[in-house]
């Protein structure tokens, strides 16, 4: 899940997490884009630290709109690109863990 839109007023869009598998179904929001990746390409936690990392951040920064509230769309956010570090395999860890 990443937010789409600021929560307050230091909370810039972009926060990443990951909602827990064995968790009840829970509702989506308009302000919160749920992702779904393929496990072979990226671990989710490791998505969601590479999005909440200053890199991450700045690539978000790049499709958010200042208005009454900083946001993006869902349409840029499907057309961005994020370079992601390559990972040997997928049960590796990263040598250094991203903030």
Do not use: Q, W
């Not at 230091?10 to 989506?28: Q, T």
């Not at 884009?33 to 630290?49: F, I, K, N, S, W």
Request: charged letters at 20%; a positive charge.
């Amino acid at each position: 899940m990443i937010s789409r839109s600021s929560i307050g007023l230091a909370d810039p869009p972009g926060i990443a997490a990951v909602y827990p598998e064995d968790e009840p179904a829970a509702i989506v929001t308009e302000d919160v884009v749920r992702t779904r990746v393929a496990r072979e390409a990226v671990l989710p936690v490791y998505l969601a630290r590479y999005l909440n990392s200053e890199v991450g951040k700045s690539s978000v920064a790049g499709i958010t709109i200042e208005a009454t509230r900083a946001r993006f769309s869902l349409g840029d956010f499907k057309k961005a690109s994020f370079s992601i570090p390559h990972c040997h395999s997928k049960n590796s860890s990263p040598t250094a863990s991203p903030p």
